[in-house]
Structures are given as C-alpha cells and as structure tokens.
C-alpha cells in the first residue's frame, strides 16, 4: 500500500467540475500540464461544458479552450448516476485505445 498524495504528478483523470474564471484558466492548464501522460479530462455539468447561465467577461464558456475534454457529462448539477456513466464510457474509450496500440 502506498501514501496517498494529492499532487498532479500523480494523477491521470481531471474532473472539471464548475464555471471556470478567466484568472483561474491559466492555473487550470498548469495543473493538466503537470499531470503524466495518459491524461483524460471529464467535464462535469453545464457550467463546465458550456458556462452555463452566466455569460459574462469574467467567466470562460467551457473549459474546451484551455484543456482537451473526453467526456462531457450533462446536467445542471449531474445526478451521481450521470458522473458513474461518464466515468464508465471513458473507461471504455481507455481501453478501446488500449486495443490499438
């Protein structure tokens, strides 16, 4: 069993789970810059995937501009059985891109 340490280094699935601010984006991409390769992207709800609601200049709609996202997972908020079957169907891109190396 090893220590749990919550780093990026350590971690291959970001789950974007809210609207994303234009000073947040940077910190955001340095985050799945630092994580190993391979590296997946779920995100999680409108606000994540579109901005949602709030259309304004401080606010980035969608966090496809600053990170490659898999998997969206609909829902304002998603229900648990939406994050389980997103989770699931990137489970299975993961290994449908297994089978072709």
């Known amino acids: 069993m090893e220590v ?3 780093s990026p280094q350590q971690s291959y699935l970001m ?3 809210g609207r994303v601010a234009q000073k ?3 910190e955001l991409r340095k985050v799945y810059d ?3 390769e391979p590296k997946w992207v ?3 709800g409108v606000c994540a995937s579109q901005g949602g609601m709030f259309n304004n200049y401080g ?3 969608g966090v496809d501009p600053i990170v490659p996202v898999d998997i969206y997972v609909p829902g304002c908020p998603p229900r648990p059985e939406m994050l389980m079957y997103g989770i699931l ?3 299975a891109k993961v290994e449908r891109e ?4």
Request: charged share 20%; proline share 8%; aromatic share 4%.
């Open 4 to 6: 749990f340490r919550a």
């Open 15 to 17: 789950i974007d789970t």
């Open 24 to 26: 947040m984006a940077p």
């Open 34 to 36: 630092q994580m190993p």
């Open 42 to 44: 779920i995100s999680m």
């Open 59 to 61: 606010m980035i709609q």
């Open 89 to 91: 169907r990137l489970h």
């Open 98 to 101: 297994a089978r072709l190396k």
